[in-house]
Every structure is written in C-alpha cells, then in structure tokens.
C-alpha cells in the first residue's frame, strides 16, 4: 500500500464534553465535532489526552468515536485514538475503531510500565499488523515517560500503515533528523510550535488551541501552504499567549474551562484531574477577554 496524508492542515484534539453526573454528554459532543468542521478544522481526533481517553470506559470509548465518525460523516478524517499501555487492549480498541470506520489511528506510546525502544517496536508492529490501517505514533513523553528515539521512528517508519507521527516533545532537533531519515508525515503536539515544524516539512498540527479558534488554527496552516509563510507566521504569534495559557495546568483543565467561559458547557474533567485554581482562572479569564472569546 502506498503512503497518503491523513489530512495536511489543523485537526482538533477534541474534549469530551461532561454532564453535571459526570456521564459523557454525546449529545454536546456531536454539536462540537459539528462546530469545528464548519469552522473549517481539516481532521478530529476523537479520544486523545485532551478527550480524557483514560479516565473513559470501554463503552464510553467506543460511543464516542462512533458519534465522531457519525457526525463528521466523510466530511473530514477521524482519527481515533486508542493507544493503550496494555497493546492487546490497544488493538482490541484499534478494530472497534476501524469496524465504526475511522480513517486512522493515534497511538500514544505505552505510559507507566513504559517499554524499551524494542519494545515499542514491537508494540505498535504488532498492533497495526493486525488492525491494518493507517496510524499516527503519538510521541509525548512529558505524559508517558517514554521517547520514542529517532531511529525507532526510521525504523517504524518502513511499516506501510505507519504513516504519521504526533511529535510532542519540544525537540525541533529530532523533528528535523526524522525529516531527513525517513518518509513519515509529522503533526506538530504543541500549538507554540506550528510554523516551526511547518518549516520543517510537517504536515499540520494535532492541536488543543482548536478548540478555542478553530478557523484561526486551521489559517495558520493555510497561510503556509498557501505559500504565505509571514502571515502564517503574525497568526502564531497573535494566538501564542492564548496558546499557552491554555497549558496554564494540566491539559484538558484549562481548555475545559475556556469553553465553559466560552459558554460551551462542556462541564468538568474527571478525577483525578481537578478544576484550575482562582489564580489561572483569573488568568485564563483574562486572556480568554483580551482575544474576544468570552461568553457575553
């Protein structure tokens, strides 16, 4: 099989919104994924960190990749996330995925008992070897505590459902030696580097900011590709505060309460995250005011 982008441009990390009994609010979900592809957002990805994949259940897990492949109905790709520490457990998700007909995977690399570089070899061989479609390696390890080095990513890089990687590990250096080593499409984790890794050759961004300035986020990729590189580049700059204030504490705690104030209502995150502190509220009230985005 042949490599093809998944999608080149802005795809959200999308919350899963919460009801006032902490039980997943589909119903908001689905008005969410609609909002961001009429606001112009080139992918969603459905149940990563900032859909607090790990505190859903099974049934959880899979009710909302399904209401995300449902609602985006071939309008834009799906790409679910279903990585997992336990890689029977990931593949087990990664095939509910593809049977509901999401158009790709994003494989966070296994978090606690962590592995070694062989063993994440390993791991993601053997899951996309038997799921067989296309998957995004998720690199975070500020969460996980496992990098995945360059030459696992050259290495990883040579299975033909390999085909993208979400690097989110503040290194621009790596991002550039794996540019130069090996076919893979490379998403930016960080909203504070978009243009950055643009210039890289990166295809796009996985983004929180999405979120918040959909249309926005997907312009800053637009501008570039469009050959527009110092327009792309003023839109980085313009949003980057908002950017990282939405990492003011613990992501999806900040980008959570800036919807709400928004007036989403996406509700709480679950334990054993905690809502912001009065002081990042304040803050984040602040910013949120500065750039227009609150709830009037």
């Known amino acids: 099989m042949s490599k093809q982008a998944i999608f080149t441009g802005a795809g959200v990390a999308i919350v899963t919104p919460m009801k006032a009994d902490g039980?997943?609010?589909?119903?908001?979900?689905?008005?969410?994924?609609?909002?961001?592809?009429q606001n112009g957002t080139?992918?969603?990805?459905?149940?990563?960190?900032?859909?607090?994949?790990?505190?859903?259940?099974?049934?959880?897990?899979?009710?909302?990749?399904?209401?995300?492949v449902e609602q985006?109905?071939?309008?834009?790709?799906?790409?679910?996330?279903?990585?997992?520490?336990?890689?029977?457990?990931?593949?087990?998700?990664s095939q509910e995925a593809k049977e509901m007909g999401a158009d790709a995977l994003l494989l966070v690399?296994?978090?606690?008992?962590?592995?070694?570089?062989?063993?994440?070899?390993?791991?993601?061989?053997?899951?996309?070897?038997?799921?067989?479609?296309p998957t995004i390696l998720y690199n975070v390890p500020s969460r996980t505590g496992v990098n995945i080095n360059v030459d696992t990513v050259v290495e990883l890089a040579k299975n033909p459902y390999i085909v993208g990687l979400k690097q989110?590990?503040?290194?621009?250096?790596?991002?550039?030696?794996?540019?130069?080593?090996?076919?893979?499409?490379?998403?930016?984790?960080?909203?504070?580097?978009?243009?950055?890794?643009?210039?890289?050759?990166?295809?796009g961004v996985i983004s929180v900011l999405s979120n918040v300035i959909p249309r926005e986020t997907h312009e800053i990729c637009a501008k570039w590709f469009e050959g527009k590189p110092d327009e792309s580049r003023d839109l980085?700059?313009?949003?980057?505060?908002?950017?990282?204030?939405?990492?003011?504490?613990?992501?999806?705690?900040?980008?959570?309460?800036?919807?709400?104030?928004?007036?989403?209502?996406?509700?709480?995150?679950?334990?054993?995250?905690?809502?912001?502190?009065?002081a990042n509220k304040a803050k984040l009230r602040a910013v949120l005011d500065k750039y227009g985005l609150l709830k009037a």
């Not at 985006?72 to 029977?88: C, H, K, L, M, Y």
């Open 23 to 37: 039980s997943v609010d589909l119903e908001l979900y689905r008005e969410l994924v609609e909002d961001q592809i």
């Open 168 to 203: 989110a590990n503040a290194n621009l250096a790596s991002v550039a030696e794996i540019a130069s080593r090996c076919d893979i499409d490379i998403y930016s984790g960080n909203d504070n580097e978009i243009v950055a890794m643009l210039a890289l050759g990166a295809k």
């Open 236 to 278: 980085q700059l313009k949003y980057l505060e908002l950017a990282n204030t939405l990492f003011c504490d613990v992501n999806p705690i900040p980008v959570k309460e800036a919807m709400n104030m928004m007036g989403w209502n996406v509700g709480d995150v679950r334990l054993p995250l905690v809502g912001l502190n009065d």
């Open 109 to 133: 690399t296994p978090y606690y008992n962590k592995t070694s570089q062989a063993g994440l070899i390993a791991h993601y061989e053997k899951t996309v070897n038997e799921v067989k479609m």
């Open 42 to 68: 080139d992918a969603i990805i459905t149940c990563g960190t900032t859909g607090e994949s790990s505190t859903l259940d099974d049934e959880e897990h899979i009710a909302v990749m399904r209401a995300a």
């Open 72 to 93: 985006a109905n071939g309008r834009v790709p799906v790409i679910a996330g279903t990585g997992s520490n336990d890689t029977a457990y990931g593949i087990h998700l």
